[in-house]
């Protein structure tokens, strides 16, 4: 009546309701002071939404509430509301939260004459006063159409009832069982006229979906899609919790994907952090432990990994890595790994991104890991898988989250086009594919694109040893690259040729050094030859002086031999 | 409005009633009307009428599941028995309350 006026054209005040992402997709919540209908078909969460915004009210916002339960008895809302971890008896005995059974039974009422539903304004007049609330929920008030026959006065109580909520100020929500042709049976939608929310409960391929829609939200925004909602052990959670908007911060700084060689294949230093990275592959190609080493790779940095696996139990992948020389146990007890793995099939596919961002939420790892989203198909169409793992992309490049994302591709078809267009939205495209040749098939690896890299064009031979993977360069041959046994083959020719050489080479010294001893032997000959003739020669020198000295010996003898004669005279004369 | 009992007569049922009003508005009062009329033309010595300003006492109320007002409850003989309005259709007040008319 009056106070609905109180700020007509300022922008409307909202209450937030602490619900996540409703709060987001609304622009802060429900209209303040004023009733919303809530309607829906039977377990739909009506009622949780409704509490939620009331127990959130109360415990984040000061807010405290009274709940006037219809169907269901305090006890029973209690124990129902008790798995999300509300506690509505310590909330009532902190005067946060008054809960009104208000009991309707035709069995035990009779009509004669006027009423009017006065009681019911006392009753929660009194709550209200009694600890200050600012939020009602009635739930789910058409219960009283059926236990009470005279529709007009009803109708007109309920009119008086939501003027006299806005009167009295509360932001109230008011349940509704979704009717046919109309949103609620009673058609509740009359008298609420502010806001109008819709929410669905369906089933698509055996698979469920929760979905919510703002019918109506008179004089704001709201967005008017229908957005997926869920509700878990956390209570109510409506998607995308994230906005769409392209803002991340970058960072220059890049981390190992635990493959040196495939470091050194991406620009020499990894993947930037923050990026996110395709793995796509056929089935074998060694998908899983190339993400079990990017795992290993972040908690050897003393960094939290999840990993979510929708193939293989936990077990299985710890042992299987094992084998292969990744020892990934030890992480997962020291805390910084966790592998969860979950069937697809176990729920839908908004139910999988709202865990998988709850938990990052709560874990803020700092690589997260996918293994693989092929499987997911088995639950979403390729639009509604694309859809989701864009908006995982942009929930982790938001907090600066690198991600892996194995993906896998059959055998025949190209292997250049992922079966659900991601491509895009990824930053990094590591492909894993058979190479068949000489009846053999290996794996290959190659880097398809990686933004901001200078990354390697050459597809690597990728093996699987027990000390965990290797890349190898491949030997490029007359036929095309060669890999396993061609190229063990190839290797063993390269070893043989190598051998050859140096055996020739050694031979060939051999001979030189042969050749060389011969020639020392030669000049040691020789020099012995020079020598000879040195000795000779000293010989006969010493032979002519001995035969000079006895010449002039005998000269002298025949002189004195000759006597005084003149002898001397004959010599001077001849 | 004041509370009101009177004695009850000897011999047959008794009938205790209360009526939840809130304060005296137009239906209170004809509600009021009404019973002490069919009180004292069906239940004539035997009866006690209790009325019960829920607008004074909103703990009463909710202690006793009053929704519409306003409401008269036949708290003896058993079993309890509620009938909500103003009792002017005497017809079905007197089923509800299976009271049987005075012959």
Same mark, same amino acid.
């Given at each position: 009546m009056s106070s609905a006026q109180a700020e007509p054209e300022l922008g409307l005040q909202k209450a937030p309701t602490g619900i996540e992402g409703f709060d987001a997709i609304t622009y802060g919540g429900l209209p303040k002071g004023r009733p919303t209908l809530v309607c829906g078909s039977a377990g739909c969460g009506k009622t949780l939404f409704a509490m939620e915004f009331l127990v959130r009210g109360a415990l984040e916002f000061g807010e405290p509430g009274v709940f006037v339960a219809f169907e269901e008895s305090p006890e029973d809302l209690a124990t129902n509301v008790a798995s999300l971890g509300f506690d509505l008896a310590d909330l009532q005995a902190k005067n946060l939260i008054r809960i009104d059974y208000v009991k309707v039974d035709r069995a035990?009422?009779?009509e004669s004459g006027e009423y009017d539903l006065e009681g019911l304004f006392i009753r929660l007049n009194h709550f209200i006063d009694q600890i200050g609330a600012k939020r009602v929920v009635l739930d789910t008030i058409e219960t009283i159409f059926s236990g009470l026959s005279n529709q007009a006065i009803l109708r007109n109580e309920l009119q008086r009832l939501f003027h006299w909520l806005k009167d009295k100020g509360v932001t109230a929500v008011i349940t509704g069982e979704r009717g046919s042709g109309q949103l609620t049976r009673q058609g509740l939608e009359e008298y609420v006229s502010d806001c109008v929310i819709l929410l669905d409960h369906r089933v698509i391929d055996e698979v469920s979906t929760r979905r919510m829609r703002i019918v109506k939200y008179r004089g704001t925004v709201h967005g008017t899609n229908e957005y997926p909602f869920l509700i878990d052990e956390e209570g109510f959670t409506v998607?995308?919790?994230?906005?769409?908007?392209?803002?991340?911060?970058?960072?220059?700084?890049?981390?190992? =994907? &635990?493959?040196?060689? #495939?470091?050194?294949?991406?620009?020499?230093?990894?993947?930037? @952090? +923050?990026?996110?990275?395709?793995?796509?592959?056929?089935?074998? =190609? &060694?998908?899983?432990? #190339?993400?079990?080493?990017?795992?290993?790779?972040?908690?050897? @940095? +003393?960094e939290k990994c999840i990993y979510f696996a929708f193939e293989e139990a936990v077990e299985q992948i710890v042992r299987n890595m094992q084998t292969i020389g990744v020892d990934l146990r030890g992480w997962i007890d020291q805390g910084l790994l966790i592998i969860q793995a979950t069937r697809p099939m176990h729920h839908g596919l908004e139910m999988h991104?709202?865990?998988?961002?709850?938990?990052?939420?709560?874990?803020?790892?700092?690589t997260v890991i996918v293994d693989p989203i092929s499987n997911l198909q088995s639950i979403g169409s390729n639009m509604a898988i694309s859809a989701m793992l864009i908006r995982l992309v942009d929930f982790l490049k938001a907090r600066t989250i690198t991600a892996l994302f194995s993906n896998l591709t059959s055998g025949d078809q190209n292997r250049e086009m992922t079966e659900v267009g991601l491509s895009s939205i990824m930053d990094n495209w590591i492909l894993l594919r058979d190479i068949e040749l000489n009846g053999e098939r290996n794996r290959g690896l190659y880097v398809l694109k990686s933004r901001g890299?200078?990354?390697s064009n050459q597809i690597r031979e990728f093996l699987i040893t027990r000390n965990g993977v290797h890349l190898r360069n491949v030997y490029l041959g007359p036929e095309g690259v060669l890999t396993g046994s061609a190229r063990v083959a190839q290797e063993a020719?390269?070893?043989?040729?190598?051998?050859?050489a140096k055996e020739s080479y050694e031979r060939q010294r051999a001979l030189s050094e042969r050749k060389k001893r011969a020639l020392?032997?030669?000049?040691?000959?020789?020099q012995a030859e020079i020598d000879a003739e040195d000795l000779l020669a000293t010989s006969e020198a010493r032979d002519e002086d001995a035969r000079l000295t006895r010449s002039k010996d005998d000269l002298q003898e025949m002189l004195s031999s000759r006597t005084a004669r003149n002898v001397m005279n004959n010599r001077q004369g001849e | 409005m004041t509370e009101m009992a009177?004695?009850?007569?000897?011999?047959?049922?008794?009938?205790?009633?209360?009526?939840?009003?809130?304060?005296?508005?137009?239906?209170?009062?004809?509600?009021?009307?009404n019973l002490k009329r069919i009180c004292e033309e069906h239940l004539e010595g035997r009866y006690s009428i209790n009325v019960v300003d829920v607008a004074k006492h909103p703990e009463v109320a909710i202690e006793h599941q009053i929704l519409a007002l306003p409401t008269l409850v036949r708290q003896v003989p058993k079993p309890i028995r509620?009938?909500?309005?103003?009792?002017?259709n005497t017809e079905k007040a007197l089923l509800a309350m299976e009271i049987s008319p005075a012959t």
């Open positions: 035990e009422i009779e998607l995308p919790v994230t906005n769409m908007s392209l803002v991340h911060s970058v960072t220059q700084e890049r981390v190992s =994907t &635990g493959v040196a060689a #495939l470091d050194e294949m991406l620009g020499g230093e990894g993947v930037y @952090r +923050g990026s996110s990275i395709l793995l796509t592959g056929t089935s074998g =190609t &060694g998908k899983s432990s #190339l993400c079990a080493h990017f795992a290993d790779a972040t908690c050897r @940095r +003393g991104l709202a865990t998988m961002q709850r938990m990052i939420a709560r874990v803020q790892p700092s890299t200078n990354h020719r390269e070893r043989e040729r190598q051998a050859l020392e032997a030669q000049i040691a000959a020789l | 009177l004695a009850p007569g000897a011999g047959m049922d008794k009938y205790i009633l209360t009526l939840y009003v809130a304060g005296q508005t137009q239906k209170s009062i004809a509600a009021f009307a509620k009938l909500i309005g103003d009792l002017s």
